[in-house]
C-alpha cells in the first residue's frame, strides 16, 4: 500500500514538472555557438573576440566580433564588452563578455537573441594567462582555450 502510495505521488509530480520544462525549451534556446575565439593582442591591451551563433529564431548564424582595450598589455584578463559594444551581422543578437581582473576568475558570457538573454559561465580553467617575462609586467598573453562550439542553454526568465 505505501509502494503504490508513493508511485501516484511520483507520477503526479512527474506530470506536473514536463509541461514546464517544454514551455521552456519552446520559448528559448539552446544557442549554438561555434569558433569561438577571445585573446589579447600581444604586447597590447586590445583583445579581439569572434563567434557564430545559431538559434531558434535566426534563419542563419550571426557572426559577431568585438576589439576593445584591457586596461593595458599586462592585463591578465580579456576586455570588458559591455553592453552595445560587441557586434554581429544581425541586429536581432546582442552581446556581452565580462571576467572580473581577480587572478583566476572565470568569465560570464551572455548572448541575447529577439530579446532573450542566455548566460554562459566560462570556467576560469578555460582563460589561459601567459606572464611571458615574470620582471616585465608589460609583457602578458591571456587567451580563451576552451571548446570552441558549446551550448548555452541558461535563460533568463
Ligand atoms: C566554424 O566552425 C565550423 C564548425 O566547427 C567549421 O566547419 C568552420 O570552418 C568554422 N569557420 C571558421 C571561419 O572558422
Ligand atoms: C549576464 O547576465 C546575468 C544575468 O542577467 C547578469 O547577472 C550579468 O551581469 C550579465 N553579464 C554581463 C557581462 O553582462
Partial sequence: MKTFTSSVILLASLATASPMRHANRRSAGPYDITNFSASKVHLSGYCNYAFDVSA???????HCTAY???GFSGATWLAYVYEG???CDNAAVTWTFYQPTTEGSGATFNVTVNGVKGTYAVPAGDITVSLNSEP???DNDVAYTGPKAFQITDFEA
Fill in 56 to 62: 531558434p529564431g535566426l534563419s542563419a548564424p550571426a
Fill in 136 to 138: 616585465n609586467p608589460f
Fill in 85 to 87: 559594444a560587441g557586434n
Fill in 68 to 70: 576593445l582595450d584591457a
